[in-house]
């Protein structure tokens, strides 16, 4: 289960989530010229609200606005990340779905938000020193 941080908040989550897109995003990049490979993505959206609903909720839960809509969590990573296989723009004749191009710009995006949580964390621990030491 997970636990939202008070003074954090979701920037730790989502610190999390980010590194493990940045891990499949990587792996996408390295795998560029393997025949068949799937390129696949974090959907990080979906998987940042399934973390913030099962610790409202004290379980995992998948966000759904009907009942009758199929559930999402088909496919899970180990961590509880949900993966998705990217739509090839222009898929190869050896099967391989990886555009290099688009897996580096998804990782700078991934970076960029990464940076953008730790840097918000940075904040509230510098903020905190500040209080605590009265300088």
Request: hydrophobic share 45%.
């Amino acid at each position: 289960m997970a636990n939202l941080d008070p003074i954090f908040g979701i920037h730790a989550e989502a610190m999390s989530v980010q590194r493990k897109r940045m891990e499949v995003l990587s792996a996408n990049i390295a795998n560029a010229d393997t025949p068949g490979f799937q390129a696949r993505d974090v959907d990080f959206a979906s998987t940042l609200a399934s973390v913030i609903k099962s610790d409202s909720l004290g379980a995992s839960r998948t966000l759904t606005t009907d009942a009758r809509h199929i559930p999402m969590n088909l496919n899970l990573a180990g961590d509880g990340s949900r993966l998705a296989y990217r739509v090839p723009m222009q898929p190869s004749v050896d099967g391989n779905t990886v555009d290099v191009q688009v897996e580096q710009a998804k990782f700078a995006e991934a970076a960029l938000h990464y940076q953008a949580s730790l840097q918000f964390a940075d904040g509230r621990i510098r903020g905190l020193m500040t209080a605590i030491t009265g300088q």
